[in-house]
């Protein structure tokens, strides 16, 4: 891996070798999770896309406006891609961490808005490379989401689907462009062609060149769909997304496939089996996501070409059958997503619910009882209709759409009996109540940096012994030096570096002076009355930072058998804490609350003390 910068954005560039992240499934598979937690959950995407070279390119004077609007448009490109890639990171970091995703709908609505966007200037701002990267981002994303241990084949986590509904989102946003692009190209195309009896008039040779840089990201997306079609067959829940940025993903597809069908990919012919005349046809995005492991599964047949061929024009015959062959899939699955009804595809897909409803509220009860009576309702009039009407395409609609409304209401079924389940288990667990009278008080490193005065009065009420874990304390100090060289250094950082300082002096001066009501506490348990010397060596300790602090307040935690253990077995577990964990980090307080340590934020903590 490669580090270097950039000068004019002033932003890290990370390259990871393709040849050895992608080769192999474990290596793939190691190589990406790594990169993928590493740089912020991105994987092989990297602040690289923010400094794209064809970013510098992407518009062209308008009106002979001149180069100062030339400058300007660049700049305004620049900047909506670098927002973009800021919150495809946001994104994705949640769905990787699994932490804040109570605003994920938020956030993908932004991904999609600015993704839309971009896709509608000419050239694309995203480059063909670029756009696979961030295609196998959002594959990964699912894969990395899928339930550890299925209770059964069709199973998805919340995760997963909420990741399948994002890439699904932005797979549709291409075809749409896609879509547009090739009627663009039908209404100027020749008319000379009336003559023939060919129903395919548009040749792959005449393609725009920015419909050209989108097909290898579809194609992929749509091998991937061919490999995993549990994955998002039936369709995901959607997000709840407004309806500048909404797409229903399989009418986009449908449309897709109705234009898709003026083309003749016949061009350069195109054979299965080799021969010495022939020679083998790779296209460049399987080369680049050889190895991958979502995409290990999906079907990839040989394909040959004649050596005098032009083989541009024949890997892009390839994408245009390949996408052929998978909108027809599409078509022939055993729940069907798109049907060919009066000559022309349509979409027969259900209309996910929409993410954030409660299915175990009363109203969502009702809806569902509804919903059953539908179900109900719409065989009745099916068999009637089906007894009455000569034609044999509704009777397949009404079948389809009886099967559809059944399949739907046995999911909500499923799922509410799993919900049922989980709530019977906790139900039978043994209850445990904590005893909480508080002697302790352990800050984290952010307690320091935003309630330092908060700490201070907790301290000078002189109730509570405030312990401070010696990691903090090396954090602060790695906070408080800062990078002193960089002189236009973001206000925001400037403020951390200033608190963490006097944080830092706070505490030297009130070991200074001996305060027996502060500690400060290693890892290992041992109390320090002095911080003059405070560099630890961690080595050997497992977990991180977080973890360490942690093990601080568990030193308080002595908890045996013979004292909590109630003699009657119905009676519930009680705990006594004598220590308080004080801290806003989301992922520390679960930590501490799977470890039955009681934990606060300070300004709640002074609440309840009656300080401050």
Known sequence: MRVEGDAELGLPVITIPCGQAWRGAPCCLEALTGAYSACVCLGIVTAQLLASSSLRTSVSPVNGGGIADLYRGIQAIKTLNKRFILSFLHAHGKLFTRIGMETFPAVAEEVLREFQVLLQHSPPPIGSTRMLQLVAINMFAVYNSQPKECISEDCRSVIQEQATALGLSM???????????????????????????????????????????????????????????????????????????????????????????????????????????????????????????????????PCYVERTSDKVIAADCKRVTVLKYFLEALCGQEEPLLAFKGGKYVSVAPVPDAMGKEMGSQEGKQLEDQKEDDVRIEAYEDDSEAEGSGGEMDIKELRAKKQALARKVAEQQRRQDKIQAVLKDQSQMRQMELEIRPVFLVPDTNGFIDHLSGLRTLLDCRKFILVVPLIVINELDGLAKGPEMEHRAAGYARQVQERARKSIEF??????????????????????????????????????????????????????????????????????????????????????????????????????????
Not at 202 to 212: N, Y
Not at 257 to 271: A, G, K, R
Not at 511 to 524: V, Y
Not at 535 to 563: M, P, R
């Open 171 to 301: 797979f549709a946003l291409l075809v749409r462009r896609c879509t547009s692009l090739l009627r663009e190209c039908a209404q100027v195309q020749p008319q000379e062609v009336e003559q023939e009896d060919e129903e395919d008039d548009i040749k792959v040779s005449a393609l725009p060149q920015d419909l050209k840089e989108l097909l290898p990201s579809v194609k992929v997306w749509s091998d991937w769909m061919l490999g995993h079609p549990d994955t998002w067959n039936p369709p995901p829940t959607s997000l709840e997304l407004p309806k500048q940025v909404s797409v229903d993903v399989w009418a986009t597809l449908a449309d897709f496939c109705n234009i898709l069908t003026t083309v003749n990919q016949s061009e350069v012919p195109l054979y299965k089996d080799p021969d010495d005349d022939l020679a083998l046809l790779s296209l460049e995005e399987d080369r680049l996501l050889s190895g991958f492991v979502p995409l290990l599964v999906a079907p990839q047949e």
């Open 507 to 612: 505490l030297e001066e009130r070991f200074e002076s001996r305060d027996n009501c502060l500690r400060a506490l290693t890892s290992r348990g041992n109390e320090l009355e002095s911080i003059s010397f405070r560099s630890e060596d961690t080595t050997g300790q497992q977990g991180n930072n977080d973890d360490l602090i942690l093990s601080c307040c568990l030193h308080y935690c002595n908890d045996k058998a013979k004292d909590f253990m109630p003699t009657n077995k119905d009676d519930p577990i009680r705990l006594l804490r004598e220590v308080v964990l004080l801290t806003d980090d989301r992922n520390l307080r679960v930590k501490a609350l799977t470890r039955n340590v009681p934990v606060r934020d300070i300004p709640t903590f002074l609440k309840w003390a009656q300080e401050g």
